[in-house]
């Protein structure tokens, strides 16, 4: 036997010896990388969190008049077209009602939810400014990714919202609340930043949130919902703004 052979042989029976605790060790170091990814996911969404409980205001048109533009025409020849006056809407992330305030006049009525009870004061008021009187501000501050959703509803507007909800399984929750709440048909409107690469979670001392790859954005709904109409509202070098509508399953 050569020097090769004997090496070949020894290196087998090492293998053999060692197996069952390569195998063990593999398995193990999956499960770690798995509960870091858990675990920095949760941290970015309790920074989140405290992001926008510790925000005064948040406006749109103030602070990203493109973006706003842009949504507001989406939802114009888009999502209005779909509407009916009987129609009853709700929508998760309202923030001080920028958009609340486009959609009540073509509906019969908006639950609406925010995790910031400053920004539903201020909606609140600017509804009472303008004359509406048909959207019902659900609670003083409520965290939808905990929040179990009772009433029917005819469409759904979520406009900003998932990439402060970085937790794959508050994520599909907020999803699964929505989806039951529709009917087969029924449409639910998005607006997210995109990332063009692989997804990134952002993590700073005044910022937590995740910008999805479009892949792994789109997998969140599959399963309950098609796509009606997807488009890119704005595009940078790293990302794209995204919005689209989409219909129950
Ligand atoms: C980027 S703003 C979007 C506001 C508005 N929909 C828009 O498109 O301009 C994100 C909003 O989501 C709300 N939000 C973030 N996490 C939330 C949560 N877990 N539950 C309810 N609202 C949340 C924030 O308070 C904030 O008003």
Not at 113 to 126: P, T
Not at 156 to 166: A, E, M, R, T, W
Not at 186 to 215: C, F, M, Q, Y
Request: charged share 30%; hydrophobic share 40%.
């Amino acid at each position: 036997m050569n020097l090769s052979a004997i090496i070949f042989f020894l290196l087998v029976m090492l293998y053999n010896t060692f197996k069952d605790n390569f195998k063990r060790l593999k398995k193990r170091t999956g499960k770690m990388k798995k509960s870091c990814k858990e675990i920095k996911e949760e941290l970015v969404m309790q920074r989140a969190k405290e992001m926008w409980l510790g925000i005064d205001t948040f406006y749109c048109a103030t602070s990203h008049p493109e973006r706003a533009k842009a949504i507001e025409s989406f939802l114009k020849n888009e999502f209005f077209p779909l509407l009916k006056k009987t129609d009853n809407v709700a929508e998760f992330a309202c923030a001080e009602g920028e958009y609340t305030l486009m959609v009540a006049p073509h509906v019969n009525k908006i639950d609406a939810f925010d995790l910031s009870e400053r920004f539903i004061l201020k909606a609140k008021k600017r509804m009472q400014e303008n004359g509406i009187t048909n959207v019902n501000f659900v609670g003083n501050g409520v965290d939808v990714t905990t929040f179990t959703i009772s009433e029917k509803y005819d469409a759904f507007v979520c406009l900003g919202l998932f990439s402060y909800i970085p937790e794959r399984k508050k994520a599909d929750h907020v999803v699964e609340q929505i989806a039951g709440s529709l009917s087969k048909g029924s449409p639910l409107v998005l607006n997210d930043k995109i990332w063009k690469g692989k997804t990134r979670l952002h993590l700073k001392k005044k910022l937590g949130a995740i910008s999805r790859s479009k892949e792994e954005y789109l997998s969140l709904f599959e399963k309950d919902f098609e796509v009606l109409k997807a488009v890119t509202l704005q595009e940078c070098d790293q990302f794209e703004g995204f919005a689209c509508i989409m219909v129950k399953k």
